[in-house]
C-alpha cells in the first residue's frame, strides 16, 4: 500500500512537471549556448573531470551551469557548486532543496546528464529542467523516455569516455560530420 502510494506521488508529480516543462523550440547548433550539467558529485576524481568539461564549454562561449547530486546525508558546502544530497530526497523519491529550484527556474538550451546510473530521483531532476534538448547515456529502454537524445555508453568506462560520447554524438547532430 505505501509503495503504491509513493508510486502514485511520484509519477502525478513527474507529468505535472514534465507538461510545465515542455518547450516548442528544440535546440539548434546556434541555440547551444546556454548548458546545464547534472552529475553525480560524490566522488571528487569525476568531479574534476566534469569541471574540466565545464571549463572547456565555457572556453567555447558556452554559458555552463553545474549541478550534482551528492550520496551523503548531510549538505556538502565544500563543493562550491549548486546540489542536492539523500537528506533532501523526500519519501517518495522526490529532491527539494533551494538550489534544485534556482536550477529549476531557468531556461536551459541543452541539459547533460553525466550519470553513470539513473534513480528516481535523477529521473525526476532531469524531467524537471526546462531544456530545449536533454542529453545523457542510453541504459535501459524504459529511461530512453527520459532523454531526447540517447548516447551509448558502458558505465565501466567512465565518466571521461561518457563525455567523449556526447561531444561526438551533439556534434554529429547539430553538424553532421
Request: charged share 25%; net charge positive; proline share 3%.
Amino acid at each position: 500500500m505505501i509503495q503504491g502510494l509513493k508510486t502514485y506521488f511520484y509519477k502525478k508529480k513527474l507529468n505535472e512537471i514534465s507538461r510545465r516543462n515542455f518547450l516548442d523550440n528544440k535546440a539548434s547548433n546556434n541555440a547551444f549556448q546556454n548548458v546545464l550539467l547534472f552529475f553525480d558529485g560524490t566522488d571528487s576524481a569525476e568531479r574534476k573531470v566534469i569541471q574540466k568539461y565545464a571549463a572547456e564549454l565555457e572556453g567555447s562561449g558556452k554559458v555552463v551551469k553545474l549541478f550534482a547530486y551528492v550520496n551523503t546525508k548531510e549538505p556538502y558546502s565544500e563543493l562550491g557548486i549548486n546540489h542536492y544530497v539523500n537528506k533532501d530526497i523526500n519519501w517518495y523519491k522526490m529532491p527539494s532543496n533551494q538550489d534544485l529550484q534556482i536550477i529549476q527556474n531557468k531556461d536551459y538550451d541543452v541539459m547533460i546528464s553525466l550519470l553513470s546510473e539513473l534513480k528516481l530521483h535523477h529521473i525526476f531532476v532531469i524531467e524537471s529542467m526546462k531544456a530545449a534538448m536533454k542529453v545523457g547515456p542510453h541504459m535501459y529502454e524504459s529511461q530512453d523516455l527520459v532523454f531526447d537524445l540517447g548516447v551509448d555508453h558502458k558505465p565501466i568506462l567512465g565518466i571521461p569516455e561518457l563525455i567523449k560520447n556526447i561531444k561526438t554524438n551533439i556534434q554529429v547532430l547539430f553538424n553532421g560530420k
